[in-house]
């Protein structure tokens, strides 16, 4: 794994954007997929056409700027497909939020770039009475992490398929997987998930959602705890994820530091 000086914040915004392109492009990669991947430029396609699962993840085009812009959007828009385009801080242009909204990408949220070392973590509490967490590593909770996802992004019935089929690149419980899962289950039901990317220089946080009859349990700070340990177990110094502004607090609680913004926007107006 690749050494991060944690002291400088350049160093740790280059690791904020690389995991999450190392992680966002695995979709890329799936069956009846496309992966577009130049130093430049980094975009995925997938044949489900909602948000996310379509989407610009890097962006820093020099030259012929607004021909490459028109381009990618050109593609998406003859799929008749959803698609996202993420602002991160080594995007170029810097005007490129504006270009984008001059072509109607609509903005939808800032996402936080967060990180912390993996020294003095806090202990993981145990669940709640009835609670269980469990890491995914057989048939049967891989199936149900597939269900699960597909709650939370509202994929529709005759996607749920193809998706558990594109998100089979994850490799979950597989031996030699960068990618790892952990969810809460109740009463025999996963109720909450987080997952975990384990990249060049840092283990990534992905995925943490919970289902609303179990909110308010600890159970993503549980989870997310729960990753944390393990990639601290298996070498790692250094943690970063992106944050809603509605989760920053909860990271916050757990050690994490804001370095830098994303911005995100979307060919339609959506909650995530």
Same mark, same amino acid.
């Given at each position: 794994?690749?050494? *991060? ?13 690389? =995991? ?10 799936? $069956? ?19 948000? @996310?699962? =379509? ?14 812009? =028109? ?22 242009? $810097? ?35 009835? !609670? ?13 992490? !597939?269900? !699960? ?18 998100? %089979? ?7 030699? %997987? ?19 990317? #384990? ?25 997310? #705890?729960?990753?944390?340990?393990? %990639?601290? =177990? ?5 943690? *970063?994820?992106?944050?809603? @502004? ?7 609680? #757990? ?16 909650? *995530?």
């Amino acid at each position: 794994m690749r050494e *991060v000086n944690t002291s400088d914040r350049f160093a740790l915004i280059s690791e904020i954007e690389q =995991n999450l392109w190392e992680t966002w492009s695995i979709y890329g990669r799936g $069956p009846e997929c496309a992966l577009h991947d130049r130093e430049d430029i980094l975009w995925f396609e997938t044949p489900i056409p909602i948000i @996310p699962y =379509n989407g610009v993840l890097r962006f820093r085009v020099k030259e012929r700027t607004d021909e490459e812009i =028109n381009r990618i959007i050109r593609r998406f828009h003859s799929r008749r497909v959803q698609f996202t385009w993420l602002v991160h801080p080594s995007s170029f242009p $810097p005007d490129l939020a504006d270009r984008l909204q001059k072509r109607g990408m609509k903005y939808i949220e800032p996402i936080h770039g967060m990180a912390r070392t993996l020294a003095n973590l806090p202990d993981v509490p145990l669940p709640p009475k009835g !609670f269980e967490i469990r890491k995914i590593m057989d048939e049967k909770d891989t199936t149900a992490f !597939f269900q !699960f996802a597909a709650w939370r992004w509202h994929i529709p019935e005759e996607y749920t398929e193809l998706y558990g089929a594109i998100a %089979a690149g994850f490799q979950l419980g597989k031996p030699g %997987a960068k990618a790892h899962m952990w969810q809460a289950w109740h009463e025999g039901l996963p109720v909450a998930k987080a997952g975990m990317y #384990l990249g060049s220089g840092s283990a990534g946080i992905h995925g943490v959602a919970t289902r609303p009859e179990a909110c308010r349990r600890g159970l993503a700070g549980i989870l997310t #705890l729960t990753a944390l340990h393990e %990639a601290r =177990n298996a070498g790692y110094h250094l943690a *970063v994820l992106h944050s809603t @502004p509605m989760a920053e607090r909860l990271y916050q609680s #757990l050690g994490f530091a804001t370095v830098a913004e994303f911005h995100l926007f979307g060919s339609q107006e959506v909650h *995530v």
